[in-house]
């Protein structure tokens, strides 16, 4: 099994709609977790962090539950920039010295 | 403030040729990881340096080697290239012993192709 598994997608949607993709990790002992965002030829950068309680960042919504080890990236009102891949990642601490463990990425291609 | 910088940022090289990496570390930062992502795959975690240490390694043949400067810049080598072996490499700088914060810094990457 994957550490890190994430549906490949693509995912192609119309400008304005909801999308949301899933990960789910195989390692229990996962301490921290995060969303980047890789364009194409380019390098990933964060774009959010994933909190156990769930957190928010204006129209990107991001939630983990630990107990079926999933997270999961809820984007609301979609625009053609947020077409990219999105990378699952996580960490078995919470710390800068361990690496980082990523999935494969989901393609997101937004329409006009 | 200068991120993460890698040098070159694209390179041809042929089979079982050697080739060396750079990378200098966002400024204050003192770790550095390098990743192999593959075309249609996610980063790989190759090694990480700390303290001009190699402190953890991934699942790379010893072909794969490194090395870190008192400066905190670092080097990625590969001996005797395979055509598998091209890739983006992806040098990411953190701070090490800092907790509660993981986040790390990728540079733009160097695009190897072997042929």
């Known amino acids: 099994r994957k550490e890190v598994e994430q549906d490949p997608g693509p995912f192609n949607v119309p400008e304005g709609a909801t999308v949301a993709f899933n990960c789910t990790y195989s390692n229990s002992a996962s301490q921290s977790f995060f969303w980047y965002r890789q364009d194409c030829r380019k390098e990933p950068k964060l774009l959010m962090s994933v909190y156990s309680s769930g957190n928010e960042d204006g129209r990107f919504t991001a939630q983990l539950n630990r107990a079926s080890q999933y997270i999961s990236l809820l984007i609301r009102d979609s625009k053609l920039s947020d077409s990219a891949i999105y990378l699952c990642?996580?960490?078995?601490?919470?710390?800068?010295?361990?690496?980082?463990?990523f999935g494969k990425g989901t393609r997101l291609s937004v329409i006009a | 403030d200068a991120g993460v910088t890698q040098s070159p940022t694209h390179l041809i090289k042929t089979r079982g040729q050697q080739v060396t990496l750079r990378c200098s570390p966002k400024s204050g930062h003192d770790t550095v990881s390098w990743y192999q992502q593959a075309l249609g795959q996610g980063p790989q975690f190759i090694f990480q340096y700390y303290e001009e240490e190699e402190r953890q390694r991934g699942n790379f043949p010893d072909r794969f080697s490194g090395h870190q400067f008192p400066n905190y810049s670092s080097e990625l080598n590969v001996n005797a290239l395979l055509l598998g072996d091209s890739a983006l490499y992806l040098c990411?700088?953190?701070?090490?012993?800092?907790?509660?914060?993981?986040?790390?810094?990728f540079g733009q990457g160097t695009r190897l192709t072997v042929v």
């Open positions: 990642v996580v960490n078995i601490a919470n710390s800068g010295n361990t690496p980082l463990v």
């Open positions: 990411a700088s953190s701070l090490g012993e800092r907790q509660w914060s993981t986040e790390a810094f």
